[in-house]
């Protein structure tokens, strides 16, 4: 993946809290997962969140974040501006997305955010903000989260969190997936379709939480899908000047959106974490499963092609 060097790039929507990032000035922190212990219930947690926007979806989920305080009491605070450092504070254009992974994010959620624009006649609303932090982070409406739990989507405060440590210490080195410049960009990309299915409606469309053929599997792999949608456009997304964003996309950048959906399906978790193949506990859907609806998204290029609510064919 290359960008283009000449693109302006706007920061205006991602933003960094750092080390424990706004859990507040009076030292309160998380009980981080590392006290928690090992291995085992870092991936426990992954199961639930990887590469998953989960919260909001249903109790169990909210559990895992710390709290059942969703819904629109919160609202007040999603337009609090959120402390922020100076991390992103260098991005200026692709030029410097192609020499730091932090302007590249950058990048990305404006090219996420121009596509996504693209595909609404109206009414579309970006995703608030892409937030990154290290440690624990607290939401603007979904509770609390440690540093392993996965990136996720918070639709109360329409905000994608990333703890960018996740890649290495869990899906490298855990889950054994793929590194590479276009990992992240697919995460990105599936928590930004769950934005567009907060705005869409679908979230609420959620009743079954666990299976094969459950509601919340549906929801994630029309996320899987949605990222596809971008991928297959992404080349063509302009800023708002009308430059292009992301000049150059490969075969090598899907391969490793489709090793890194590999390495978050539900049974290939269950696998690597020494448990049994058990479908009747998924929440996100297979490896084989999570490739075949990133591809279904590249190949269609459409909203009506990644209705997995539609088929049973999931
Ligand atoms: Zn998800």
Redesign the pocket.
Known sequence: MRFNPRARLDTSRTSDLGGGGGLGGGGMRLPGGRAGGGIGSILLIVVVLA????TGVGPSVNDVLGGSTGGLALDSQRLADPANTDRYAQCRTGEDANSSSDCARVAVENSLTEFWESQFDSGFQPAQRVVTFTGGVSTGGCGNASADVGPFYCPVDQTIYLDTTFFQNVLQQQLGGPAGPFVEPYVLA??YG?HIQNLLGAMNQVRTQQGPKSDAVRL?LQ?DCYAGMWARAAETVPNDDGEVLIEDLTEQDIREAIDAATAVGDDYIQHQTGGRVNPESWT?GSSEQRVRWFQTGYQSGSVQACDTWATDDL
């Open positions: 590469v998953g926007q989960c599936h928590e769950h994630e996320a996100h």
